[in-house]
């Protein structure tokens, strides 16, 4: 039986999803919280491993779709169920609504394909709440500087495609997603999100 809250923070590339993860888990934290940061791909070592292969090599498209899967299998199995299932909160920078938006919407693999797939490796073990945060590529992108990896270079039509992705998603009750704002303040983006979660406890 889960018992703990799982949270997903999802967005494109630049939206501060990162900062939020760390600014909300100590907030938390600070309440008495038992919160898991982690992030995807990764957020175990295993896991890990996979995201760097992801990041060095230049990867068809359907590889990289069974990484980003076999990385959250193994996340999810040893991190985020043995922490739901002792009661923590969980709050992860991406998880499988990013696959859906990067390889479903954004790449040329069946949509169809990547719903399945990505249901086959999470089982029942989806977010309780995903919080998106809304900010168009061409700001997001910008604000990357040089800290860019092969993804954020492929281009702002794939981009435009990721974000009109996760807009889509939004719409459907069934993602159980919350959208943010994401040209608001760090300090306003952090009190929307906790509030949201808030009233969602
Ligand atoms: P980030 O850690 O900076 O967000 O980078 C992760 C990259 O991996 C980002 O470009 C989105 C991409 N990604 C996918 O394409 N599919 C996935 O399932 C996940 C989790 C991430």
Redesign the pocket.
């Known amino acids: 039986m889960k018992k703990g809250l799982f949270i997903s923070i999802e967005g494109g590339?630049g939206t501060g999803?990162?900062t939020m993860v760390e600014l909300l888990t100590k907030r938390f934290r600070t309440e008495g919280i038992e919160v898991v940061n982690t992030?995807?791909?990764g957020g175990i070592k295993t896991a890990e491993a996979i995201r760097n292969n992801?990041f060095e090599f230049d990867l068809d498209e359907k590889t990289?779709l069974l990484l980003?899967l076999a990385a959250?299998r193994e996340h999810l199995l040893h991190k985020i169920y043995p922490a739901l299932e002792s009661g923590k909160m969980v709050i992860s920078?991406?998880?499988?609504l990013?696959?859906l938006a990067?390889?479903g919407y954004a790449s040329n693999i069946d949509i169809e394909v990547v719903k399945m797939l990505n249901s086959f490796v999470c089982d029942k073990w989806l977010p309780d709440l995903n919080i998106l945060i809304d900010l168009e590529p061409e700001i997001g992108l910008g604000r990357k500087g040089d800290d860019v990896?092969r993804?954020?270079l492929k281009g702002l039509n794939f981009h435009k495609k990721v974000y009109q992705g996760y807009k889509e998603m939004a719409k459907d009750p069934t993602y159980n997603i919350k959208i943010v704002d994401g040209r608001l303040s760090i300090n306003e983006l952090e009190n929307q999100m906790y509030n949201i979660i808030q009233n969602f406890m």
């Open positions: 590339e999803k990162t992030r995807e791909p992801i990289d980003y959250r920078d991406r998880f499988y990013s696959t990067y390889q990896n993804f954020d």
